[in-house]
């Protein structure tokens, strides 16, 4: 008989020979894979249905042109991506992310990780994700209209409400959304939940701009509650300053903690008297500014340019990488270790390299990883499209308070997962048992396809 050890290793030989030029598709890969071991040794038959090596391979990924003009009329082409990565639970659902960065190793490894993402929420949604190497900084109102029409023209071919549901990820926030479910209405005449993160004069739900934010935080809650702790005289460094790091912050500091940097590409603030988020909100979501800006409007801050230092560098109880991937690295996990941080908690994707999360279990740090942690965006996505199907609107209360469930739920989920399959405190091996369970289950059930 084949052991659950053998069986992973040989899936993943084939997975790497084949995505060779795919780092960050194959890191999310191995993480997920080293996890499930014990998973195919209690149920041998995952294994007689080569489960793994069908999961691992999308079930289909689009590759487009996106062409467009710019304000001083010159043609512009980008790369589009649609991964359907899987529909065994749901319909595709994932975000689009706009980046520079974006190829097809990003957004597979993106796609791969909304699966199990998806599947921790309890909502019924499938794993995608999408994007384009489109760089959406310094570009006007108008340029972002052009590029997301032409970029819906080709994407509205493969997504429907009941098929793929994409909503925004990095650089895709309201403003993008509006712009593309304005072209998907006008292409197919459908007014219909085709997109989550809308405005909320045309079927957004309350509480999905803060759903990923605060969902982070409502899941460390349970991760310091664990340990006997609470947020109470706590500070926090928050990476990034995008709509989770925002939100991130505002719920950290109604619940007692202290959040004393931020950040974006260009650098970080550090501001020891706590982040003034209505600042923040004005500087990044109304002005679309540089964080140094944040800097020059409060005596408090100082502002460290990338390159000279270290947003994780700051000594801190609670870290909350709210950026990117890989921002986290073993070097940057040791600083925060030796500097007494007690929990970390994942509000981007995979920000931490696998190097850096066994620093942090290692080091006894509770580690919340992103899959779980970050799960509140797309669970309150989830509920945007149950909301739309019914033609109906929740309050935010209401929202708020299904997203904190959701969280909570997620967290007691990985936990016990953790402790069944021997692994009592890991929330990494926890989160991706139980997410996948369910994926496998639905997959076993619905035969070879
Ligand atoms: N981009 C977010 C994520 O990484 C949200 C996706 C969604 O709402 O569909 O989960």
């Not at 999360?357 to 919340?368: P, Y």
Request: with cysteine; net charge negative.
């Amino acid at each position: 008989m084949t052991t659950g050890k053998a069986y992973v290793t040989s899936v993943f030989e084939k997975v790497k020979a084949q995505n060779a030029h795919e780092p960050e598709f194959l890191q999310a890969v191995g993480e997920v894979f080293e996890s499930l071991v014990p998973v195919f040794d209690k149920y041998p038959k995952y294994i007689d249905e080569n489960l793994l090596e069908r999961l691992v391979e999308p079930e289909r990924i689009v590759s487009f042109r996106v062409p467009w003009v710019d304000d001083q009329g010159h043609v512009q082409v980008n790369r589009g991506y649609r991964v359907q990565f899987s529909s065994a639970i749901g319909p595709y659902k994932g975000g689009l992310r706009f980046h520079p960065s974006v190829n097809q190793s990003i957004i597979k490894f993106l796609g791969f990780e909304q699966i199990f993402k998806n599947s921790l929420t309890g909502q019924p949604i499938g794993g995608g994700k999408g994007g384009s190497n489109f760089d959406p900084k310094g570009k006007s109102d108008n340029e972002i209209m052009r590029f997301c029409q032409s970029f819906m023209t080709e994407l509205s071919k493969h997504i429907g409400a009941d098929t793929d549901v994409p909503a925004g990820d990095i650089g895709v926030g309201g403003r993008e959304i509006g712009y593309l479910y304005g072209q998907y209405k006008r292409l197919r005449n459908e007014y219909t939940g085709v997109l989550t993160g809308k405005g909320l004069t045309y079927g957004g739900s309350l509480a999905r701009t803060e759903a990923t934010g605060y969902g982070a935080v409502y899941f460390a809650e349970q991760m310091l509650k664990a340990r006997g702790e609470d947020f109470a005289g706590k500070v926090a460094i928050v990476s990034g300053s995008g709509n989770v790091a925002i939100y991130a912050t505002e719920k950290l500091q109604s619940l007692g903690a202290k959040v004393v940097a931020v950040s974006d590409s260009s650098g970080y603030v550090y501001d020891p008297e706590g982040i003034d988020v209505a600042l923040l909100k004005q500087l990044k979501e109304v002005e679309r500014a540089r964080i140094v800006k944040y800097a020059d409007a409060r005596p408090s801050a100082t502002f460290t340019p990338a390159g000279e230092g270290s947003i994780w560098s700051i000594k801190a109880d609670l870290a909350f990488p709210c950026a990117t991937q890989n921002e986290i690295n073993e070097e940057d996990a040791k600083t925060l270790v030796a500097n007494g941080v007690i929990a970390v908690t994942e509000g981007a994707n995979m920000p931490s390299t696998l190097e850096a999360i066994e620093v942090f279990q290692k080091a006894g740090v509770s580690f919340g990883p992103a899959k779980a942690a970050n799960a509140g965006g797309v669970a309150v996505s989830a509920l945007e499209m149950a909301q739309n199907s019914q033609r109906t609107a929740w309050s935010f209360e209401e929202v708020d308070a299904k997203l904190y469930d959701i969280m909570k739920g997620i967290y007691e989920n990985a936990a016990a997962a953790a402790k069944e399959f021997g692994a009592e405190g890991d929330l990494v091996v926890g989160a991706n048992i139980a997410g996948f369970l369910k994926v496998a289950e639905a997959m076993s059930a619905q035969g070879i396809v």
